[in-house]
């Protein structure tokens, strides 16, 4: 008996009316509608993990995006990235040429399929946070972080000490729009580093200071400190990792924010950012200099 998933942005009576054409139409298959906010992502340096209302998404035999809206829209390119790394056949497969687009949660699937150290995540629409907190907790345990998606520089990460601070996470964001979240382990950092991606080498790389007592954001725009370090000083296996990171992502220019682990001393990655921000002052950042030679050196090699 093939098994055969429908996925949709909401469900009615004509996607119920839809469903039960097929089955009947269909025979020996099992025919299942659901929704993409019923999707539950698990994911760490070893692992993609997918389920749909408790099932494994890896026992359907075919997945078929129906409907995904302007709501679900990187959600389900997202999975469409997860089942073909898994082996799940899907359609219509356009939904896997994501290209740039994607949100931090995409990213970190990407980083995980080739098996980079990244932080044990959890994902799941905001509507199923409430019911899958419990889960949340079990598998990351506490204390654990909350990021929302759609925020940058160390903004809307919320650390998250009991079942009751789940409650408190805002659903909007300033300007009225829903807040998506990706929960994370926690874990004391002994240092953090953004490393500046250039082609297939990494051109700049600094340390990050924290220099607000409490604060377990190491984020300049929250108070940290910024050190420059000599690129001729940088491990070969955090090159390794941050370069390899650039290029599964597909950018030629990527700052990359990696941590060391106080518990293990050893690298994880935390965000891969497009466009990512300078230091323009040359007194203190070598970043301007070296973004110059790389631009130049590619165009004169076109």
């Known amino acids: 008996m093939k098994k055969i998933l429908i996925l949709v942005d909401k469900i009615g009576r004509k996607k119920e009316l839809f469903a039960e054409e097929i089955a009947k139409r269909a025979p020996e298959t099992t025919i299942t509608l659901a929704r993409f906010s019923d999707l539950y992502f698990e994911i760490d340096q070893e692992n993609i993990y997918v389920e749909i209302n408790k099932i494994p998404i890896v026992e359907y035999d075919l997945v078929y995006f129906r409907r995904a809206g302007n ?100 659903m909007t964001d300033k300007g009225g729009r829903d807040n998506q979240y990706l929960f994370q382990e926690f874990a004391e950092l002994d240092e953090e580093y953004r490393l500046l991606v250039l082609g297939n080498r990494v051109g700049v790389w600094e340390k990050k200071i924290v220099t607000v007592e409490g604060e377990f954001r190491h984020n300049l725009s929250l108070g ?31 700052g990359v ?36 030679k790389f631009l130049k050196k590619e165009a004169e090699d076109k």
């Not at 060391?260 to 950042?285: C, H, L, Q, W």
């Open 224 to 254: 940290a400190d910024e050190e420059y370090l000599k690129i001729a000083d940088l491990p070969a296996d955090l090159e390794k990792i941050t370069v390899d990171s650039a290029r599964i992502l597909n950018l030629q220019i990527a």
């Open 71 to 170: 709501d679900f829209s990187v959600l389900a390119a997202t999975l469409a990235f997860s089942l073909k790394h898994l082996g799940v056949k899907f359609m219509d497969t356009t939904w896997g040429d994501i290209g740039s687009l994607g949100s931090k949660f995409t990213s970190l699937v990407k980083l995980a399929s080739i098996n980079l150290p990244i932080f044990h995540s959890i994902y799941v629409w905001k509507t199923q946070i409430s019911d899958n907190k419990e889960r949340i907790v079990k598998n990351l345990k506490l204390p654990l972080i909350a990021k929302e998606l759609s925020t940058q520089r160390g903004m809307g990460v919320h650390m998250i000490s009991s079942l009751e601070d789940f409650d408190k996470l805002p």
């Open 257 to 292: 924010d990696v941590a060391k682990a106080k518990s293990d001393g050893k690298y994880r990655m935390i965000e891969v950012n497009r466009g990512p921000g300078f230091t323009y002052d040359t007194n203190i950042s070598p970043e301007m200099n070296e973004l110059a």
